[in-house]
């Protein structure tokens, strides 16, 4: 009698831990964050990276976005893979690059629900960044990775962290971040502080990190890469 109650005990546990109910570990396969070569063509409905695929038609305008194979880091200079698979505050899988596509720029956001620089931040990354900036070309995407307690980041932390700062940009959220995979290695790579900042071209080049506290600047340096 004790072997059957034993899983249905750790079913039940698992079914807690997740939360919101949302079934966060579908599809994963260990994480997008790797630099090495990922197949994203199954589960997402897009083109394998490398291909010529077509960009989210809401956000990216339906604009054809070449994705790069492989990426080579995180640092600036180094090349970006978008590979990454994230969840949406519907709890809805997304991938990063659809985000990304048909923008000039892209600002992502690394963000922390215990992290008060990332708090101060969202507070006026809308007002100051996104707004004035989005018809120039530039795209904001935030990334909850972890909840208030250091917890997974579920739909409802994405939800919560919009609402409260009252967020028009996109926000997403990493449920992979405590498993090592998502945006993990991108925040390892950024010193392990949060709030990590990061400006992505269009050719998906990194031209700026910044992590551990909000940026000062920041508009001037989106001015000026937008200026190319």
Known sequence: MR?????LFAGALLIACLGDGKP???????GGADTGTSDTSGSTGLDAPGDSSEGDT???????CTWPET????SVGDVFSPTISLRDCDGSERILGEL?????????????????PC???AEDIDEEIYEPYKDQG?????????????????????AEWRDAFELTSPVLTDPFFNLNGGVKAMFDAAGGAAPVNMLVDE????RYVHSGEKPVGLEGIIEELLAE
């Open 3 to 7: 072997s059957l109650l034993l899983p």
């Open 24 to 30: 966060l570990l579908e599809g994963y396969t260990g």
């Open 58 to 64: 809401e956000d990216g305008g339906g604009a054809e």
């Open 71 to 74: 990426g080579t880091g995180f």
């Open 100 to 116: 990304m596509c048909g923008h000039k720029l892209t600002l992502i956001d690394l963000s922390a629900g215990w992290c008060e």
């Open 119 to 121: 708090k101060e931040q």
């Open 138 to 158: 530039l795209q904001v995407v935030s990334i909850i990775f972890q909840s208030e307690d250091s917890g997974i980041a579920t739909s409802q932390t994405c």
């Open 203 to 206: 050719s998906f080049q990194i």
